[in-house]
Nanobody
Framework: QVQLVESGGGLVQAGGSLRLSCAAS????????MGWYRQAPGKQRELVAN???????YFADSVKGRFTISRDNAKNTVFLQMDSLKPEDTAVYYC??????????WGQGTQVTVSS
């Protein structure tokens, strides 16, 4: 059974930083693409960033230059470093592990709130 557990969310002032962590347990390997999505109230869930098995990364335009994503395959953990946070970054952030489209898992989500 696969489990993704996020941590690191919280309340921060605009311009501040947070680091999210997602620890995966179960049958997750380094072959999985690991990513972070977010969902703000009244909006659809959107992809924020991901990192594939080869270490290639993707970032949404809205977070480029401010967020970085990394993974520790030995610990099955993925991190999202969020700097220069803006109020519009406020959302529930979800960890995602995807092997193929039909094989993917989600964490329970962690709240990030950025005050102006």
């Amino acid at each position: 059974q696969v489990q993704l557990v996020e941590s690191g969310g919280g309340l921060v002032q605009a311009g501040g930083s947070l680091r999210l962590s997602c620890a995966a347990s179960g049958s997750i390997s380094s072959r999985y693409t690991m990513g972070w999505y977010r969902q703000a109230p009244g909006k659809q869930r959107e992809l924020v960033a991901n990192i594939n098995s080869g270490g290639s990364t993707y970032f949404a335009d809205s977070v480029k230059g401010r967020f970085t994503i990394s993974r520790d395959n030995a610990k099955n953990t993925v991190f999202l470093q969020m700097d220069s946070l803006k109020p519009e970054d406020t959302a529930v952030y979800y960890c995602n592990a995807r092997l193929i489209l039909s094989i993917q898992y989600w964490g329970q989500g962690t709240q990030v709130t950025v005050s102006s």
